[in-house]
Every structure is written in C-alpha cells, then in structure tokens.
C-alpha cells in the first residue's frame, strides 16, 4: 500500500435523499454530500452505491418478526399516511383500525415510536443504510479498497427486534459479520457520545461469549481534544497490541463536537482527525461509518475534513467555505473550522490517569506480542 490509502465513499442520490427524512437527522444526508462535492474532495476517492441487498441479508443480525413489520404493506402505507398528516398539519386523524388490531402493538413492540417513529420510505431507507456499509464491508473483504466510509451507516442503537435511539437497523453489526467472514478480528470502535447499547462503566467488559472483548472508556463532560487524543492513542496502542485486529470499524458519530445540542464534550474536527488517522496509519483495512451529530452543518464541516485528511493528508481545505445550495446554514462563521467552547474539562488528569491505569492492568504488556505487532505494522 502507498502511503495514502486507496479511499472509498458510498453514496447513491436515492441513498441520501431516504437518509435525508431520518428524523433525528432531516437533510443532514443531502448537506453533508454537497460540501464534500463543492470542496471537490470526491474526486480524491472512489465512489459507489449501497449493494442491492434483500431481507436475508438483515436477517444475518435482525429478527424476521421485526424486519417482516418494517417491510409490511401496512407500514409502508402508515408511513405515508403520517407524513402526509405531517404536511397538512393535520393532528385529528390518530384513527389507525384500518390496520387492524395488532398494529399498535406490533409499533409498541418494535419500538416505533418516540425517538424511531416511522417515516417516509423507511423501507428502502432500511436497504439503503444496511446495503450501503454491507457493500463497504464487501469492497473491504475483496481488497479493492483501503478505506471504505459510509455516512450514513453507524446506527449501533439498533437491536435485534426493535427499533431504538434514532436506529431502526444495525447496519454497524451487519458490517461486521460480513467483515468477519474474511478478518477473524474485527476491532470495533465506537466514538459516538452516546455508546453503543450493553456497554457502560469502565468494569462493563462484555457478558457470555463476549466477556473480556469490550473495553469501556467512559468520559465526561467537557471532553477537550487535547484529553481525548491522549487517552485514545494511548488505549488503541494496548488494544491493538493485545488483541493484534486484521481489520478496524469505527462509528464516527460527532455528537460530542462543541457546537452540538447535547453540549456535552467539547471537541473539534481536530480531535476526531487525530483519532481516525492514527487508525488510518495501522494500515489495517478500516470501514468507517457516521453515526449521531445534531448539528448539522457542524457534522458535515467535520466529517469532510475527516475524508480529506484520508484521500488527501497534504492538503488543507480552504478555511472559507465555498457559496453552494447549503452556504446559509454556515452562519455566521460560513468557515471549516469548529472552535472549542469554553466548557470547563470534567476529565481531571486524577480520573484520566486512573482509568489508563485499569487499562494497564487489563491488557499487560507482552515483549513478544509487542514486537511481532510492530513487525507486521512497518511491513
Ligand atoms: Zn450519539
């Protein structure tokens, strides 16, 4: 491999226009694409479509009950009944007895509702977004790429048989059991504010055939870059060392920049660099996928520096944005970069320290692992 990967993006204009009415993410599909073509970094990748999958494929992780609702006739025509209502404004039509009787439940049960309420198309969102980062993952297993982005994929939320946080299917998992069937280790790393679901505190380390194989890092408030690249570096340096991946994927959710709702971290498209280069420099091949981000234009300022430090590392992006379709939405700044706020650090140095510690003590160090790891990284 050269020293700049071979890189590619999968997208399809029906793929963006489905993600685009994801309803925790409306558009963010559609801006995201157009800043990456305006700075014309997808000339610096390949690009293809999501693969044309079909239900089995789902059911590689998915329940059959679950996936055969999302499918149904009724749904579809529930979907887009309530987007109709939607544009109308219309709120006295809750009547849903044409469905017959177990629809509800059947919603209730598959948690459609809340924060996953169905949407517009979300039968061929569903295909798009588990097609998109199954046909990464392919390209992966065949070797015709180094690193394989889709955007829209990262919705680690999802369960076997329900729909949960903004997530109706695990294109995530699926990603990586296709993986699985060249790379016996897939490494998973999950950089998403919120974490992906069974995990928690730092003694959470996987439950039944799992144990062991789930390390937690939970951080607080505040996160700066400065603390983040720290700890990352310094635990994906064990990690890989210990467990020795053939392949990496990363859930690429920004919700912990500065400028998203949750205002939680504090962190810049810098850190988030940082973290995917120092993936990117392992060589391993690497399938990287979106996930949460709230604000939109500050998602797409960061996921577009991301795919240009890979495609084109001695590049700098001109840091006033170019006019196009979504220039507005980059008030007041209409700039690239994200600034920190001033968010005071919660991550003490006292509880970084502590918690690289238990990593210490977790994946010891072993002279002959270390230096074999070292070997078939500079080859
Ligand atoms: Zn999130």
Same mark, same amino acid.
Request: proline fraction near 4%; include cysteine.
């Given at each position: 491999m050269s020293s700049i990967p071979r890189c590619t993006l999968i997208r399809s204009t029906e793929s963006i226009q489905n993600t685009d009415l994801l309803p925790s993410n409306l558009d963010r599909s559609s801006v995201v694409h157009a800043l990456i073509d305006v700075y014309k970094v997808h000339q610096s990748l390949e690009i293809i479509p999501p693969a044309k999958i079909r239900r089995a494929h789902l059911l590689e992780y998915h329940d059959s009950g679950y996936i055969d609702f999302l499918l149904s006739k009724d749904l579809e025509k529930y979907s887009k009944e309530i987007s109709v209502d939607d544009d109308d404004d +219309?709120?006295?039509? @809750?009547? +849903?007895s044409e469905y017959g009787e177990d629809f509800e439940d059947d919603l209730q049960e598959f948690g459609l509702? %809340?924060? $996953?309420p169905p949407f517009l198309d979300l039968n061929k969102y569903i295909f798009n977004v588990a097609g998109g980062t199954l046909a990464a993952a392919e390209h992966l297993n065949r070797d015709k790429t180094d690193v394989a982005i889709h955007w829209e994929g990262g919705r680690h939320h999802a369960g076997r048989d329900q729909a949960s946080g903004f997530c109706y299917v695990n294109d995530v998992v699926l990603g990586i059991l296709h993986l699985q069937r060249k790379f016996s280790t897939v490494l998973y790393i999950d950089l998403d504010l919120h974490h992906g679901d069974g995990t928690g505190s730092? +003694? =959470? @380390? &996987? #439950? !039944?055939?799992? #144990?062991?194989f789930n390390l937690n890092i939970p951080l607080k408030a505040g996160l700066t870059d400065a603390a983040f690249t720290r700890i990352f570096e310094r635990i994906m340096a064990k990690v890989f060392n210990f467990f020795s991946p053939q392949a990496v994927v990363v859930? $690429?959710?920004?919700? &912990?920049?500065? !400028? @998203?709702? +949750? #205002?939680i971290w504090n962190l810049t498209s810098e850190g988030y660099i940082q973290a995917i280069n120092s993936i990117v420099q392992t060589k391993l091949p690497l399938l990287l996928v979106g996930g949460g981000g709230y604000s939109t234009p500050d998602v797409a300022r960061c996921w577009i520096k991301i795919t240009s430090a890979i495609t084109q590392p001695t590049t700098k992006l001109e840091n006033d944005i170019p006019p196009? =379709?979504? %220039? @507005?939405?980059? #008030?007041?700044? %209409? =700039?690239?970069d994200i600034a920190p706020s001033v968010t005071p650090d919660e991550n003490t140095d006292k509880y970084i320290d502590e918690m690289l510690l238990l990593v210490d003590d977790r994946y010891p160090d072993d002279e002959k692992e270390c230096r074999s790891n070292q070997e078939s990284k500079s080859a």
């Open positions: +219309n709120n006295d039509n @809750d009547d +849903n509702e %809340f924060d $996953c730092i +003694n =959470e @380390d &996987g #439950k !039944g055939k799992g #144990k062991n859930q $690429c959710g920004c919700d &912990g920049l500065s !400028g @998203d709702p +949750n #205002k196009h =379709e979504y %220039f @507005d939405l980059y #008030k007041p700044s %209409f =700039e690239l």
